[in-house]
C-alpha cells in the first residue's frame, strides 16, 4: 500500500475491523518512512458468472433484469419488496458459489 503523504511503498497495519456486516475492512496503517496514519477499506470485488442464453449466446448476468421479472411475475400476488431483495440476494450468492 503506498503512503498517500510520501508515496512510499512501506506500511504496516495498525488495526483491523470489520464494517458494513462483514461486508468489508477497515484497516488503519502507519506508513514506516513519515509515520503519518491513514484508514483503508477493503471490499471483495465479486465477479458474476455470465449467463448462457437458449441461442447459446452469453452476457453478463444482469440484475435490473431479473428484478423486473420478478416484479412482473409477482405483481399480483402477496409478495412484498423485501422479500424480492432477499430472494435477489439468495440467488447471487448461490449463483457466484457456481463461479
Not at 5 to 17: G, L, N
Not at 75 to 87: G, H, I, L, Q
Amino acid at each position: 500500500m503506498h503512503c498517500p503523504f510520501c508515496s512510499a511503498v512501506d506500511t504496516k497495519v495498525i488495526d483491523s475491523r470489520l464494517v458494513g456486516e462483514g461486508s468489508s475492512v477497515r484497516r488503519r496503517r502507519q506508513c514506516l518512512v513519515c509515520n503519518e496514519r491513514f484508514t483503508t477499506f477493503e471490499v471483495a470485488e465479486l465477479v458474476m458468472p455470465r449467463v448462457v442464453k437458449s441461442n447459446d449466446v452469453r452476457e453478463p448476468f444482469n440484475e435490473e433484469k431479473l428484478r423486473s421479472g420478478m416484479l412482473k411475475a409477482l405483481e399480483k400476488r402477496p409478495v412484498s419488496a423485501d422479500d424480492v431483495e432477499m430472494a435477489l440476494n439468495h440467488i447471487k450468492s448461490y449463483l457466484r458459489g457456481l463461479g
